[in-house]
């Protein structure tokens, strides 16, 4: 590190300033912070960061503006918490519909107003968060199937909309004819080995184009540099 500070000082820097930024309500920054401090652990101390990673979570899934979580599942500390309400929670947030947070906080109500977190800006988020997700594999979408997986009353779906562009998560407008979302672009929940791929085929695609364009090109200078020759070729004589 820049400052030469041990990795126990450094760990109590990241801490303090953490706190001091929950304190200021900047929770985006104490979120980053929190994360750069859960990364100076290896596998052989995880467990000692265990407060650290539950508040990490806490902090994101608290904070209305953070939507994309699955890059915490990566962390040693976060890892270390596999098997419990805490991290089963996490991955709802990361992976899971409304339908499954429902669930959870059905069979763990106490333990979820333990953590402090409100269950209606809980139940905002995953309502969001699950229509991100089925916004990935659809175009348009009735108002009626939107109704029933959000668990929205008819008058509430084009309000919901309009604040779900409004967080720029997902561009989409409304057909307010046929009662569709016309869906034109979403931000994925999680980034998998087969959103490498179709980014590696898209740019293999890419290059091979700008390969068959370039070869074009060049057919067409040799082909202006011939008729220019012959153009040439009277005037010599």
């Keep these: 590190n820049k400052w030469e500070l041990s990795t126990a000082k450094l760990q109590n820097l990241y801490r303090t300033l953490y706190d001091a930024l929950v304190e200021c309500k900047a929770s985006e920054l104490a979120t980053k912070v929190m994360i750069e401090l859960l990364g100076t652990y290896t596998e052989d101390n995880a467990s000692q960061a265990r407060d650290d990673a539950h508040k990490c979570i806490v902090t994101c899934l608290a904070d209305p503006s953070t939507f994309l979580m699955d890059h915490l599942l990566a962390l040693k500390p976060v890892k270390f918490l596999e ?14 519909k409304l339908s499954q947070y429902q669930q959870f906080y059905k069979n763990n109500t106490d333990f979820v107003q333990s953590l402090g977190l409100n269950h209606e800006s809980n139940m905002r988020k ?22 029933e997986e959000l668990v929205l009353g008819p008058q ?12 720029k998560a997902v561009s989409a407008k409304l057909d307010q004819m046929q009662n569709k979302v016309i ?34 090109l060049g057919t067409l200078a040799t082909i202006k540099a011939q008729q220019a020759q012959q153009m040439l070729a009277p005037a010599n004589n």
């Excluded at 968060?129 to 199937?145: C, K, N, P, Y």
């Excluded at 509430?156 to 967080?167: C, G, H, P, R, S």
């Excluded at 994925?188 to 898209?202: D, G, N, P, S, V």
Aim: charged share 20%; hydrophobic share 45%.
């Design 83 to 96: 098997g419990e309400l805490i991290h089963d929670l996490l991955t709802i947030f990361v992976s899971g």
């Design 156 to 167: 509430a779906v084009e309000e919901f909309v309009i604040d779900v562009v409004k967080t």
């Design 126 to 147: 995953m309502r969001l968060l699950t229509f991100m997700q089925m916004a990935e594999t659809r175009t348009e979408m009735d108002f009626s199937l939107i109704q």
């Design 183 to 216: 869906v034109l672009k979403t931000t994925h929940r999680t980034f998998t080995k087969h959103h490498w791929t179709l980014i590696r085929q898209r740019l293999a695609q890419c290059y091979e184009n700008l390969g068959a364009v370039e070869g074009q």
